[in-house]
């Protein structure tokens, strides 16, 4: 389905500029947007280097051990079923604690380290399993503690107190979070009922 919106998107585009007269501004568009993607992946490349390596130290020091203990309760709550001695619990928590430390770029390596980890317990290769699909709810929606990365942005835009929206980031990303994972256990439970049926 994905392909037939991108396949979309990407005639509209040409057909847009070709009746408005901005085929040099889509050419340049082109052009510049093949240089970033490349940019991306070799900036996302190292740091999914550094993080898979700083992950690997976490695990034989047994700081993912303590940042599971600690986000047990929650991660108890949200994943009921599996084992927060594994691997794959230890990956979320590091994930999770990432996200709220507001580090989205540490976020991203361990985020899809935990993926991986949860698609080797998936039954059901061709589809997403109901963890899997609160994982990235929640991934997504992440619990902001120290917005980093916001704060950075405002500081660099001349804020004179980059963190002064911490209280205004608790709220929204709590909220975010609440819905996100309301909405996941109830669709997830609407689609088990229908497949009980079938």
């Given at each position: 389905m994905i392909n037939y919106i991108w396949a979309f998107m990407v005639v509209f585009s040409v057909i847009s500029s070709i009746f408005g007269g901005n085929m040099q501004v889509l050419s340049n568009a082109i052009i510049s947007s093949a240089s970033d993607a490349v940019n991306l992946c070799i900036r996302l490349g190292g740091t999914i280097c550094l993080w898979g390596g700083l992950m690997e130290i976490a695990e034989k020091s047994g700081l993912t051990d303590t940042v599971c203990r600690l986000l047990s309760p929650f991660m108890k709550l949200v994943f009921p079923k599996m084992d927060m001695r594994g691997k794959t619990a230890k990956a979320i928590s590091m994930n999770v604690t990432a996200n709220m430390l507001g580090l989205g770029n540490a976020a991203t390596p361990l985020g899809l380290e935990a993926i991986r980890r949860l698609q080797d317990e998936n039954p059901e290769k061709e589809k997403a399993s109901a963890d899997m699909i609160k994982f990235v709810v929640m991934n997504s929606a992440a619990f902001h503690l120290i917005p980093t990365t916001?704060?950075?942005?405002?500081?660099?835009?001349?804020?004179?107190?980059?963190?002064?929206?911490?209280?205004?980031?608790?709220?929204?990303?709590?909220?975010?979070?609440?819905?996100?994972?309301?909405?996941?256990?109830?669709?997830?439970?609407?689609?088990?009922?229908?497949?009980?049926?079938?």
């Open positions: 916001v704060a950075a942005l405002r500081r660099d835009y001349g804020s004179e107190n980059p963190f002064d929206i911490m209280p205004a980031s608790w709220l929204t990303s709590a909220t975010a979070l609440a819905v996100g994972l309301t909405a996941a256990f109830i669709l997830i439970k609407i689609t088990e009922g229908i497949s009980c049926r079938k």
